[in-house]
């Protein structure tokens, strides 16, 4: 009879400890999943950073091969940034960049992906986007951003934009679509300043 008690108190026992080892197991997983979204996150303006961004890209390449789908990358730079920290403060450049942020996340499809790569840069992937639509977006973008009232304690200041655009290839990897995406960005300033 002691025995049959003493297996029920050690089943018991048993039970509570799996429970208790699947509980810290779940708590850990949690912890990973949160850990990784934090790696992938700009903090500054709550979308993806470049981490997030290049492991978009990728997979975007791949479906790009895969399917034989159009898709392109726009690179965006935000003009005039370090003179907006230098007359104005840090905390009006993060307010900038957040501005923008918002901009650029309001201004294309669901399915596409804007992320944050650091500093005053930015990249969009457009999916299923030809290049006339590229280009389009591209342009559409630049011109709400120059047409928007960013304040900062009540002083205007402008905001605009230079922004680069290349179409993925099948046969690209992320440091060539980034490569070229950045390239015409400088094509563009380089224009826009002749």
Do not use: W
Request: negative net charge; contains cysteine.
């Amino acid at each position: 009879m002691n025995d049959g008690a003493t297996d029920s108190v050690g089943a018991r026992g048993l039970a509570a400890e799996i429970d208790r080892l699947k509980a810290e197991v779940e708590a850990l997983q949690e912890r990973v999943a949160t850990l990784d979204s934090l790696a992938h996150q700009d903090t500054l303006v709550a979308m993806p950073n470049r981490r997030g961004f290049l492991r978009e890209l990728d997979r975007l390449i791949a479906r790009v091969g895969r399917y034989d789908e159009q898709a392109a990358m726009l690179f965006v730079d935000l003009d005039g940034l370090k003179s907006i920290n230098d007359s104005f403060g840090h905390r009006a450049g993060d307010e900038a960049l957040i501005q923008v942020a918002s901009l650029l996340s309001g201004g294309v499809r669901r399915s596409d992906f804007v992320a944050r790569l650091g500093g005053d840069e930015f990249g969009i992937l457009l999916e299923n986007a030809d290049e006339a639509h590229a280009h389009e977006t591209a342009k559409r973008l630049g011109d709400t951003i120059c047409d928007c009232e960013f304040k900062h304690e009540r002083e205007e200041l402008p905001l605009s934009v230079a922004i680069g655009m290349t179409m993925i290839r099948k046969d690209d990897n992320v440091d060539d679509v980034m490569a070229r995406a950045d390239a015409e960005m400088y094509r563009g300033k380089a224009a826009a300043a002749a």
